[in-house]
């Protein structure tokens, strides 16, 4: 399974020290993103036409904090930004 | 002109006919009434207000005692805007405070030039606070507090008025509206402040409108840029506490208690980020005690 961000003109982003507030202009709600799935969005939006894996976004969080996430807390992740509608699966 | 300078019978018969016209804080009001505590209560609380000689006025009010059997038995009054009522009727001893919580109302519900924050804002040395606050959370009796104190002002004790265009503070100086205890304490506070009868028995308590200082009238005009949020919460017997909020905490805080965020829609996102953008936001808990707060808010803006 594999993620993308969805249609980046829906959103406005408030970008905080760690944190980021974004608001949907569709569904007009706004949603406070802790550091954590700030870090993922924040890599789904250095690119916005591409999809991401599980395994390929571990490595990116390897790599930029030096740290192993296990595939469960990520999926975690990644279904919170998917709820806020943030993100959407491609099949 | 000044409302204080024109004659009681002059005041009457212009509230019981054409209308009196003033501005209460920055927006101009025609209003007529038939209420003899609204005349006594606007030209106290009103005293150093301008009257208006334009020909707009913002909001067109009337505080209208009910006719027929009313008139005698648990009478009413109610609130109007250009004819329109929005709100039931009110026991009769409570009108004043319909007229400055209908004046509240018609800034909330029709001024979506401006994000209009539920906050106390006051200003001293050109460096303004916003303190949002739900009901309880002490922020009038903070607010009340710091504007009887030297170098302070109002610009209001209830909506902090942001200017879309260019992100400033509109001074809407109105009079504070003090609940409970803490009228007693603000009289105490300062014996020298001037407040309207104490109306009980009200959906809010028993409640008390202080007029604003002559200084917060004066400068109605002066508009300033935000400096800090802070949100205070009484807690008695609280020691003090005095702790930075992450700037998207408080972004969410703010929307929360602004009333026309939503309608704003993608402006109300942008402004709350342009005022956030430049100010701290603290969450302040204190036990009640004026001069520690003041004292505070002092060293906040030196």
Redesign the interface.
Known sequence: MSWRLKNTNTF?Y?E??????V?N?LA?T?S??DSSLTIILNIFKGMPQGTLEIDYLIEILKAKLDLSIQPKVITELLTSLENLELIETVE | MKLSEITSDDLSAKLSSSGLKFFAGNFSVNLRSDVPAIRKGVHLLYGDSLLNDNEFTDFHINIDSSQGIRRWIRPRVSFSLSNNIPFYPMPYSHALPLLEWGLNWCVTNHCHQYLVIHAAVVEKNGKSIIFPGTPGSGKSTLCAALVNSPGWRLLSDELAIFDLDTNQLIPNPRPVSLKNQSINVIKEFNPDSQFSPTINDTIKGSVAHMKPSKLSIERVKDTCSPFLVVYPKYQASANEEFIQLPQGESFMELAEHSFNYQILGDDGFKSISKLISHCRSFKYIYDGNLNVAINRMNSLVS
């Open positions: 406005l408030f905080c020290e760690q944190e980021l507030v608001y202009r007009r706004t406070y993103l």
